[in-house]
Every structure is written in C-alpha cells, then in structure tokens.
C-alpha cells in the first residue's frame, strides 16, 4: 500500500538530512508504529506519505514514495484526500469548522459524498470515539483530549484506505486512549484500512501494531519488523519491554498480561522486599540549574497578550504554600469545576489526572490568574491570582501550557533563551543548557515552529524553568517527548522540588505521575475524587496504574528502577 524508494528529505539550511535512504513497503491492512527518540524524523516521514513533504512543508524530497500507486511527488495532498487521511501533533491546525459536528462531516463535504451517508457516518463515528454528548460544542470550548479525538474522528468519517496519525493518543486519558486504539484496530482488521502510527507512549500502543518501524539518530538506517524483535534493538522502550530486558525474558514481553505470565518468578524474587524510594530514571551528570531569581517577567503577559514587563527579583522562600477553598469555575454553561478543596506545599510534587474535561487545565489557569473563581477562592504566595497584576503575579507561579506555541514569539531558539535570560534575571547561557539537557541536538538557528511537537515543549519548558518559579505549573509536559527526554525532566524536576519548588502537573502520563509525583489527585466532572499518595491512590486505579505496578499487583511497585534497585541489592 505504501512504498518508500531510497527517500531522502533534506530541510534548507539543516546541516544534514531530516531522513535518508529509506527503502521500505507497508503492507495493505496493517498497522505499523513508527518510533525513535525525539527529532529523528517520524513526522516528516508521515508528512511524506500524505504528501504534506514536500508540497507544504519545503524541503527537498529525493526517491520515491508511492501510497496506492499515486506519486506524492506529483499528487498534492488535496488529490490524495480520499486516499489518505492525516491527524498531526496539533489538533488545531486541523480544524476549518466551528462545531463539533460540522468538522466531522467537512472533510466528506468537500469529497461530494451524499447527505445520507454523511449523516450516518457522522453518528457512527461520534458513538465510536464517545463524542456523542459533544456533537453540539463549539471546538473553542473542548479540552485538549477531546479536540484530538475530533481531530481522529474527522479523517475517519469519509473512510480513507490509510490513516496517518501523528501522536494520536498523546493528550488522552487512558480510558479515551484505549477507545481509539480499539476503533483502530477495528479498522485495520475488519476494513483492511492501512494505519502508519508515530506515538511515543509506546505501553498504549506496542502491543496493538504488526510492525514496527524504528528510526535511529540520523543517518542510520530504519529498521523494520515485528514488534518483539525491534524493541529488543529500540533506545526507545516502553516500561513492560525493560522489565522484561531487565529480568532476561526472551523473548520479551509487550504487554502486561504476557507479562504478568511470566512474572511468578519474578514475585517470589521481590517477596518481602519493600519497594525502595523511587531512583532517578537516569545516571547522568546534569548541570546545576541557575541561581535563583524572578519569576519570568512577561510570561503570563504572553498567555494574556500583553506586553512584556520587568519585575525585581525575589527569592525562592516568598513562594510560600498554595490553596484552593471551595473552587467552583463555570465556563459558560459548563461547570468545570466545584467545590475543590486542595493545597500544594513547598517541595511537593502533585500529578492531577482525570478523563479528558474533567477540570485539570482550568484548575492550572486558575492558580495563575488566567480564569478566575466563580465560587470559592485560591491563594498563591497569599496572594488572589485572578485579582493580583501579571507583572506580580509571575514573581510566584511559571505556566507551561498545553499548546508550546503560546509561550514562543522570537525567530531562533537562540532568541528565546537570551529573552529567558534577561527576563529571569539569570546568567547568559542558563536557558540554553537546560534546552541541551531536556533535549540535545536542537539547534541555535532554528526557528522554533520548525521543531518537532517535542522540541517545542521542551523549549518552552526551559523559558519557564529559567526563572525558578516557586509554584510551576505544567499541563502535559511530556507530549512528545521520548522515554529519554522525559526521564531528563523528570531529573530537572525532582531538583527543583528539592529545592523547595511547588510542582503541580496535569497529566495522562500514568508512567510519569509513577516516577515523580509524591501525591496523585484525581478529578472526574470537576470535583476531587481522589487524593493521596501516589503509591496508594495509582495502584488502586486499573485507569491510572503504572505497568510495572499491574505486573506485580497486589505489591505496590510503581517503576522498573525500584525493581532494578531491589534486585541488585545495597551497594
């Protein structure tokens, strides 16, 4: 169904190319995962086969790639539309419409297909992806989980013979994660439909593809294979195929039943062992993050639109503690949250999770003064966020959004980290080594709309963690990244709250919230359904289990390097 001969792409002005040499055959009716750490090329591999690269993106495309027979060098991605459907990393590019509705029938609109069949396929695709009470939403109003499921949804109405999903399940809830995965496969199997998937939560998805195609560091050559097999050579690795490395299973496992299977010998092991703290994910040397300064002026003026401003600095110990009373915030005729009660001390890190809209990004918003209560209060640093200036404000509390883009305004990363870095108050250089140490290899010159999803975030963590905010608050900080960047964040992280940083995160990520948070917070329709420490509260949680936990459950094992600590005993 889709062919690459000797495809090289090469970006004008990169020192080398984004992908070369790829010689390759996706068969008809399956599904195929593409992995590999963060900037390799998996999304300028996907834009090549909805024709995206080059027609859209620039760049120089030498080979050949064929989807179906048609060219997609001669064929524009709209003579490929009813071949090919296509969901990047950002949803709200995709969209043309303002409802619901009208985006899932738009692109069978502009394919002619007849009314009758618009309609019915528009209702079997919102009970399919659990849009059925959203039909009427403005797009504008929906969560980021529930615009990408839209997003999904639109290019599965006029029944494409190969999908092209970019991260599809990266700003999901587990539960709408695995609704998507079983439609997919429904798809695959029933319909024949060619799926090419790049994800980087791999526990979701491995165990669901026939092939798998890794894409190593640049100028290496791809491999492809099945599943087992590849991720025995990936750098990239979900939790349940390191245990199994861990351990010598062979072959190794790619799901949890297959093995929770072969795990008695492994719990007998671990009998009696109490689970250790939980170890840094990684062994590497780091650099020390800056000295302590101000908040970055001017950020929340970006989230609000304001001009930048200048503050005087102040240090870390006027953070003081965070609490929300009896919080109630309605948006329009939706409550998304009431009567929250919680609080956030210094040095502790919080993982808020929840469905898709269950009132995790507003209750971030409201802690920087972005939405403000309709009931009930919030204290931040003793002072009331939605009543106190930004340029006040951001002396306390640094927000990384959902969308990166909304924190970038300069040409080059470069120009972004020097802006950090007056803005903070901090050394020269200080942004830019932690842009290294989130994520190496991302260029001075670039311009950041041209960097991956991942690239994007981790640049636009590195602005808000320049300045050391006492409260830091991060809304699905791991879209994106791979296992190894995002054990890099889990290192800058763990600092700052050793330093006495309140962290705050709103995520989907179970295995992230396992690896850092000291307390997990649940949020189902707006109000606290859960709050506690991780250990007791994610264990309970068939949802919110890390993989390592439901292996070894009843023990409350969270991650492979608690059992790697266990197993390898005291130094």
């Given at each position: 169904?889709?062919?690459?001969?000797?495809v090289?792409?090469?970006?004008?002005?990169a020192?080398?190319?984004?992908?070369?040499?790829?010689?390759?055959?996706?068969p008809?009716?399956?599904?195929?995962?593409?992995?590999?750490?963060?900037?390799?090329?998996?999304?300028?591999?996907?834009?090549?086969?909805?024709?995206?690269?080059?027609?859209?993106?620039?760049?120089?495309?030498?080979?050949?790639?064929?989807v179906?027979?048609r060219d997609?060098?001669t064929?524009?991605?709209?003579?490929?539309?009813?071949?090919?459907?296509?969901?990047g990393?950002?949803?709200?590019?995709?969209?043309?419409?303002?409802?619901?509705?009208?985006?899932?029938?738009?692109?069978m609109?502009?394919?002619?297909?007849?009314?009758?069949v618009?309609?019915?396929?528009?209702?079997?695709?919102?009970?399919?992806?659990?849009?059925?009470?959203?039909?009427?939403?403005?797009?504008?109003?929906?969560?980021?989980?529930?615009?990408?499921?839209?997003?999904?949804g639109?290019?599965?109405?006029?029944?494409?013979?190969?999908?092209?999903?970019?991260?599809?399940?990266?700003?999901?809830?587990?539960?709408?994660?695995?609704?998507?995965l079983?439609?997919?496969?429904?798809?695959?199997h029933?319909?024949?439909?060619?799926?090419?998937?790049?994800?980087?939560?791999?526990?979701?998805?491995?165990?669901?593809?026939d092939?798998?195609?890794?894409?190593?560091?640049p100028?290496?050559?791809?491999?492809?294979?099945?599943?087992?097999?590849?991720?025995?050579?990936?750098?990239?690795?979900p939790?349940?195929v390191?245990?199994?490395?861990l351990?010598?299973?062979?072959?190794?496992?790619?799901?949890?039943?297959?093995?929770?299977?072969?795990?008695?010998?492994?719990?007998?092991?671990?009998?009696?062992?109490?689970?250790?703290?939980?170890a840094?994910?990684?062994?590497?040397?780091?650099?020390?993050?800056?000295?302590?300064a101000?908040?970055?002026?001017?950020?929340?003026?970006?989230?609000?639109?304001?001009?930048?401003r200048?503050?005087p600095?102040?240090?870390?110990?006027?953070?003081?503690?965070?609490?929300?009373?009896?919080?109630?915030?309605?948006?329009?005729?939706?409550?998304?949250?009431?009567?929250?009660?919680?609080?956030?001390?210094?040095?502790?890190?919080?993982?808020l999770?929840?469905r898709?809209?269950?009132?995790?990004s507003?209750?971030?918003?409201?802690?920087?003064?972005?939405?403000?209560p309709?009931?009930?209060?919030?204290?931040?640093?003793?002072?009331?966020?939605?009543?106190?200036?930004?340029?006040?404000?951001v002396?306390?509390?640094?927000?990384?959004?959902?969308?990166?883009?909304?924190?970038?305004?300069a040409?080059?990363?470069?120009?972004?980290?020097?802006?950090?870095?007056?803005?903070?108050?901090?050394?020269?250089?200080?942004?830019?080594?932690?842009?290294?140490?989130?994520?190496?290899?991302?260029?001075?010159?670039?311009?950041?709309?041209?960097?991956?999803?991942?690239?994007?975030?981790?640049?636009?963590?590195?602005?808000?963690?320049?300045a050391?905010?006492?409260?830091?608050?991060?809304?699905e900080?791991?879209?994106?990244?791979?296992?190894?960047?995002?054990?890099?964040?889990?290192?800058?992280?763990r600092?700052?709250?050793?330093?006495?940083?309140?962290?705050?995160?709103?995520?989907?990520?179970?295995?992230l919230?396992?690896?850092?948070?000291?307390?997990?917070?649940?949020?189902?329709?707006?109000?606290?359904?859960?709050?506690?420490?991780?250990?007791?509260?994610v264990?309970?949680?068939?949802?919110?289990?890390?993989?390592?936990?439901?292996?070894?459950?009843?023990?409350?094992?969270?991650?492979?390097?608690?059992?790697?600590?266990?197993?390898?005993?005291?130094?």
């Amino acid at each position: 169904m889709i062919r690459f001969e000797q495809v090289s792409v090469r970006y004008e002005g990169a020192g080398h190319p984004t992908l070369s040499g790829v010689d390759l055959t996706v068969p008809e009716g399956e599904l195929v995962l593409v992995v590999g750490p963060s900037g390799v090329g998996k999304s300028t591999l996907l834009g090549a086969v909805s024709g995206l690269v080059p027609h859209f993106t620039g760049g120089t495309l030498t080979g050949r790639v064929t989807v179906g027979g048609r060219d997609t060098r001669t064929h524009k991605p709209r003579e490929l539309a009813d071949l090919v459907g296509t969901v990047g990393q950002d949803p709200l590019a995709h969209f043309v419409t303002d409802t619901v509705e009208d985006e899932l029938a738009y692109g069978m609109e502009s394919l002619g297909l007849a009314p009758d069949v618009m309609r019915r396929r528009v209702e079997e695709t919102l009970d399919l992806l659990g849009l059925a009470e959203l039909r009427d939403r403005p797009i504008a109003t929906l969560s980021g989980g529930q615009r990408q499921r839209v997003a999904i949804g639109s290019v599965l109405t006029p029944h494409p013979r190969v999908l092209v999903l970019d991260e599809p399940t990266s700003a999901l809830d587990p539960a709408a994660a695995e609704d998507v995965l079983a439609v997919l496969q429904r798809l695959v199997h029933d319909l024949g439909t060619t799926v090419l998937m790049a994800e980087h939560r791999l526990e979701r998805v491995v165990q669901y593809a026939d092939q798998v195609l890794l894409l190593p560091a640049p100028g290496s050559a791809p491999v492809m294979g099945p599943p087992a097999d590849v991720m025995a050579l990936s750098p990239v690795r979900p939790p349940v195929v390191a245990l199994g490395k861990l351990v010598g299973w062979d072959p190794l496992p790619l799901s949890v039943r297959d093995a929770r299977r072969r795990a008695k010998d492994l719990r007998e092991r671990l009998d009696g062992v109490e689970p250790p703290p939980r170890a840094a994910p990684v062994d590497a040397s780091v650099a020390p993050l800056p000295a302590p300064a101000a908040a970055r002026p001017g950020l929340l003026d970006r989230l609000l639109g304001r001009r930048p401003r200048t503050a005087p600095a102040e240090p870390l110990k006027g953070g003081g503690a965070t609490r929300v009373e009896g919080l109630g915030v309605r948006h329009g005729r939706v409550e998304a949250l009431r009567g929250v009660t919680l609080s956030f001390a210094p040095g502790e890190t919080v993982a808020l999770m929840g469905r898709n809209g269950a009132g995790k990004s507003t209750l971030l918003t409201t802690l920087v003064g972005m939405t403000a209560p309709t009931t009930g209060s919030v204290l931040v640093g003793g002072l009331r966020p939605s009543r106190t200036p930004p340029q006040d404000m951001v002396r306390r509390v640094g927000l990384v959004p959902q969308e990166p883009r909304d924190l970038l305004y300069a040409d080059t990363v470069a120009a972004e980290c020097a802006a950090a870095d007056s803005d903070a108050g901090a050394p020269a250089g200080s942004c830019r080594a932690l842009v290294s140490e989130l994520l190496p290899g991302v260029p001075d010159d670039v311009h950041p709309r041209d960097l991956s999803e991942g690239q994007r975030l981790a640049l636009a963590l590195a602005l808000v963690l320049t300045a050391r905010p006492p409260l830091l608050l991060l809304d699905e900080p791991t879209r994106g990244l791979d296992y190894a960047a995002k054990a890099r964040l889990v290192g800058v992280l763990r600092r700052l709250a050793g330093e006495g940083h309140s962290i705050v995160l709103a995520t989907h990520d179970v295995e992230l919230a396992a690896e850092l948070a000291d307390r997990v917070v649940i949020l189902a329709d707006g109000e606290v359904v859960a709050d506690g420490p991780t250990r007791q509260v994610v264990v309970s949680s068939p949802a919110f289990a890390p993989q390592t936990s439901k292996i070894l459950a009843p023990r409350e094992w969270l991650t492979v390097s608690q059992v790697r600590t266990a197993l390898e005993g005291p130094a």
